[in-house]
C-alpha cells in the first residue's frame, strides 16, 4: 500500500515536472530618453513594454506580454525618417541563444526596403524552432535596413526563415487585451494561446534554468525585455517524487 501511495506522488510530481511558469518585468518603466542606456527611446506610451508572464502545463501554454506597442491588430506604424516601425517577435532562448520564437505578426523577413531578405514569411502566432541563428534571426539593423542611432543597434528583433533556418512546431492563438493588466488604458496584453500542441522539446527546454526570453517593442528596438527562467523548482519536485518511489519500493521488496 505504501509503495503505491509513493507511486501515486511520484505520478504527480512529474506531471508537475511539465508545468512552470515566471515572471519577466521591465526594471525601469516610463524611464525615457534619446539614448540606449535608457529603458525606452522615444515616447513610452508608444513603446513601454512593462512585463511578461509565461507559463507551460503539459503541452499547453500561455505567454502574456505588456506593451504599450501597438493596436488590436498589431499593425505597424510610421517612425522617424519615414520607417515602418514593426512589433518585435517573441522569442526564447536557452542558455542565451535564440533556440525558439514566436511570430506576433504575419511577415516577411523584413520591414523596410534595404535591409537584408531571403525565404519566405512568417505565420502569426506559428512557434518556430531556430535551426540556425545566422539565418533565421534578424536584428534590429537588418530590419530597419539601417544603423542610425534612432534605435538599439544590434539587437535580435525578428524571425527570418533564410535556406531553411527555421522549424514550424505549433501554432497558437494570438489575441490583444485592452488595459491588460488594468493600471493604465493605453496598455495591452498580448496573449499568445498554445492548446494542447507544444512538442515536449519545447516544454522539456522551457522547465530548465537556462531557458530565457527576448523580445523588442518594436523591430527598431525602442525598448527590450530580457529574462530567464532562474528557479524550475517543478523539476525539484519531480526529483524528490522519484527519490520517494525508489525508497518505498525497495522497501517493500525487503518485506517480501
Not at 35 to 44: L, Q
Not at 57 to 66: A, C, L, M, R, Y
Not at 96 to 104: F, P, Q
Not at 159 to 188: D, F, H, Y
Request: glycine share 14%; with cysteine.
Amino acid at each position: 500500500m505504501k509503495a503505491i501511495t509513493l507511486a501515486i506522488l511520484w505520478l504527480a510530481f512529474s506531471a508537475a515536472a511539465f508545468a512552470g511558469s515566471f515572471t519577466v518585468n521591465d526594471p525601469f518603466p516610463g524611464s525615457s530618453c534619446a539614448s540606449p542606456g535608457c529603458d525606452v527611446i522615444g515616447d513610452p506610451m508608444k513603446f513601454d513594454i512593462q512585463k511578461g508572464t509565461f507559463t507551460a502545463s503539459g503541452t499547453s501554454g500561455q505567454f502574456d506580454i505588456f506593451t504599450n506597442f501597438g493596436t488590436a491588430n498589431l499593425a505597424p506604424f510610421a517612425g522617424a525618417g519615414a520607417y515602418n516601425l514593426f512589433i518585435g517577435d517573441l522569442l526564447f532562448t536557452v542558455n542565451g541563444v535564440v533556440k525558439y520564437g514566436v511570430a506576433l505578426t504575419a511577415h516577411g523577413e523584413t520591414g523596410n526596403a534595404g535591409a537584408r531578405t531571403g525565404g519566405g514569411s512568417l505565420i502569426a502566432g506559428e512557434l518556430y524552432q531556430v535551426l540556425n541563428v545566422a539565418n533565421g534571426i534578424e536584428t534590429s539593423d537588418q530590419a530597419m535596413g539601417t544603423s542610425g542611432s534612432i534605435f538599439r543597434n544590434g539587437e535580435n528583433v525578428w524571425l527570418r526563415n533564410v535556406s531553411g533556418s527555421l522549424s514550424a512546431l505549433a501554432l497558437g492563438n494570438i489575441s490583444v487585451i485592452a488595459n491588460g493588466n488594468g493600471t493604465t488604458g493605453a496598455e495591452l496584453d498580448i496573449r499568445i494561446n498554445f492548446a494542447g500542441n507544444l512538442p515536449a522539446g519545447f516544454v522539456s527546454d522551457f522547465n530548465t534554468a537556462g531557458f530565457g526570453i527576448s523580445f523588442a517593442a518594436a523591430t527598431c528596438a525602442n525598448d527590450i525585455m530580457t529574462g530567464t527562467n532562474a528557479v524550475p523548482e517543478p523539476m525539484t519536485m519531480s526529483l524528490i517524487g522519484a527519490g520517494l518511489l525508489s525508497l518505498g519500493f525497495a522497501r517493500r521488496f525487503r518485506k517480501s
